[in-house]
C-alpha cells in the first residue's frame, strides 16, 4: 500500500480531549507509514495562502502534552473569514473553493475533521469542498448535542469541570446560609446541565427541554432541609418577560422571594480540564475507527459510539435522525441538533432523587 498523506484539523469552540485525538491519530499514522499534515486554526488555516499546516511527527507534538485542553493546532481566530462572513457577503462560493483548492493543493488522500454539530452540519452542506478527499469526522463537543452518537469528546471532561466547580462553591455557600445559581454552557442542549447537576446532587436544574415554574422552583428552595445548595441554570433557558443572563433571571426571582443568593458563571472553565480518562478512550476509539475508515476508503463519514460499539455513519444519518433546522447565519444551510429527550433517565433519577427539574416536558 502506498503511504498516504492524512490532513487534520480541529473547528467550532476547544473542548478538552483535543490533544488526545490529534495524539491518537498521530500514532495510527506512524505506525502505518503514513504523513499526517496539522491544518492550524481550522478554515483559517486552509483560507489563507498558502494553506497554514504543520508537519505532524513526534518531535512536533510532545506525546506528554496529549491530555492538555486545549488544541496543539488552534480552532480559528474570531474575526477572519469564515463560512458565516463569507455568506454575509455573498462569497461564500469564493470561500469554499479556496478550501477545496488549499486541499487539493495539499494533496491529501484524507481529512480528519474534528468538529462540533455547526461543522458537521457545514461538511454536510458544502461537501463539494471535500469531494477530491476521504472525510472522516470525529465528533467533539461539551454540549453533547450531536445526534447519533452517545458521546461526544470533551462531554466527561466538562461535566468533571463542572462538578469541581460546584464542589468549591458549596463550601463558600454552606458558610454564608446561601444558594448559588450557576450558569452552565450547552447552548439549547441540556445535557451537560443535567449530568453536572445529577454528579453534584443540585437542588434544581433548569434546561431548556423542560418547561419550568419559577413559583414552584422558589417553594422547593424554601421547603429544602438546608439553607445553602446549588441551582444549575443551563445557557438556553428564557422565562417569559425577562431578559439578560439566565443565572441573573433565576437570581432575581429568589431574592424578592427572600431566598439569599449569588450567582457564579463557570464559562470557559468547562473547556478546560485535563482529559479525563473516559474522553481519553473515548478520542482512541474515534481515531482508531476513523483510521480504519481511511483504510476502507470511506468519505463523509462519522464516527459514532452508539450502544457501547465504535463505528462510522454517513453524515446524512446526522440528519435524519437529529432535529435537522435552519441555521439562521448562512441561508440555505441546515443544522442539526440533538437535545434531551424525555425520556432520558437522568431527569428520572433526579425528580426520584429530590431535584427540581421542572414541570413537564416540552
Ligand atoms: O459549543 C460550545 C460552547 O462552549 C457553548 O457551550 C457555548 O455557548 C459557546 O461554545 C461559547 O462560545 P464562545 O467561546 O465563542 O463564547
Not at 500500500?1 to 500514532?27: E, F, H, P, W, Y
Not at 483559517?44 to 513526534?58: R, V, W
Request: hydrophobic share 40%; aromatic share 6%; proline share 3%.
Amino acid at each position: 500500500m502506498t503511504a498516504k498523506r492524512i490532513g487534520i484539523m480541529t473547528t467550532g469552540g476547544d473542548c478538552s480531549g483535543l490533544n488526545t485525538v490529534i495524539q491518537r491519530i498521530m500514532d495510527g499514522c506512524v505506525m502505518r507509514k503514513w504523513h499526517l499534515i496539522g491544518i492550524k486554526d481550522g478554515t483559517d488555516g486552509l483560507y489563507a495562502s498558502p494553506a497554514q499546516t504543520i508537519d505532524m511527527n513526534h518531535e512536533a507534538f510532545q506525546f506528554a502534552n496529549s491530555h492538555l485542553a486545549g488544541s496543539i493546532l488552534s480552532n480559528g481566530h474570531a474575526h477572519t473569514t469564515n463560512f458565516v462572513s463569507a455568506a454575509q457577503k455573498g462569497k461564500l462560493s469564493q470561500f469554499n473553493n479556496k478550501l477545496k483548492k488549499s486541499l487539493q493543493d495539499l494533496n491529501l488522500d484524507a481529512l480528519v475533521l474534528v468538529g462540533g454539530n455547526g461543522s458537521l452540519s457545514l461538511a454536510h452542506t458544502y461537501r463539494e469542498i471535500y469531494s477530491n478527499l476521504s472525510l472522516i469526522c470525529i465528533p467533539k463537543t461539551i454540549d453533547m448535542d450531536i445526534p447519533k452518537t452517545d458521546k461526544t469528546i470533551g462531554f466527561d471532561t466538562a461535566v468533571q469541570q463542572l462538578v469541581s466547580y460546584c464542589d468549591q462553591l458549596l463550601l463558600t455557600a454552606r458558610s454564608h446560609h446561601r444558594w448559588f445559581v450557576v450558569q452552565t454552557m450547552g447552548r439549547d442542549c441540556g445535557q451537560l446541565a443535567l449530568h453536572a447537576g445529577v454528579a453534584v446532587a443540585a437542588d434544581a436544574i433548569l434546561i431548556p427541554e423542560v418547561k419550568f415554574d419559577v413559583d414552584n422552583l422558589v417553594k422547593h428552595i424554601k421547603s429544602s432541609k438546608r439553607d445553602y445548595g446549588i441551582i444549575l441554570v443551563s445557557e438556553g433557558i428564557s422565562l417569559r418577560g425577562h431578559s439578560g443572563k439566565p443565572a441573573d433571571m433565576i437570581a432575581r426571582k429568589l431574592t424578592i422571594a427572600d431566598i439569599s443568593n449569588r450567582t457564579a458563571f463557570p464559562e470557559h472553565i468547562q473547556r478546560a480540564g485535563d482529559t479525563l480518562a473516559s474522553d481519553r478512550i473515548l478520542a482512541a476509539g474515534f481515531a482508531n475507527c476513523a483510521l480504519h475508515a481511511i483504510e476502507n476508503n470511506e468519505t463523509y463519514v462519522m464516527t459514532t459510539f452508539e450502544n457501547g460499539e465504535y463505528k462510522t455513519i454517513s453524515l446524512d444519518d446526522f440528519f435524519t435522525t437529529g432535529k435537522p433546522q435552519r441555521d439562521p447565519n448562512i441561508p440555505g444551510m441546515m443544522t442539526s441538533n440533538a437535545y434531551v429527550e424525555p425520556d432520558n433517565i437522568l431527569l428520572q433519577i433526579a425528580t426520584d432523587m429530590g431535584i427540581y427539574i421542572g414541570e413537564k416536558k416540552k
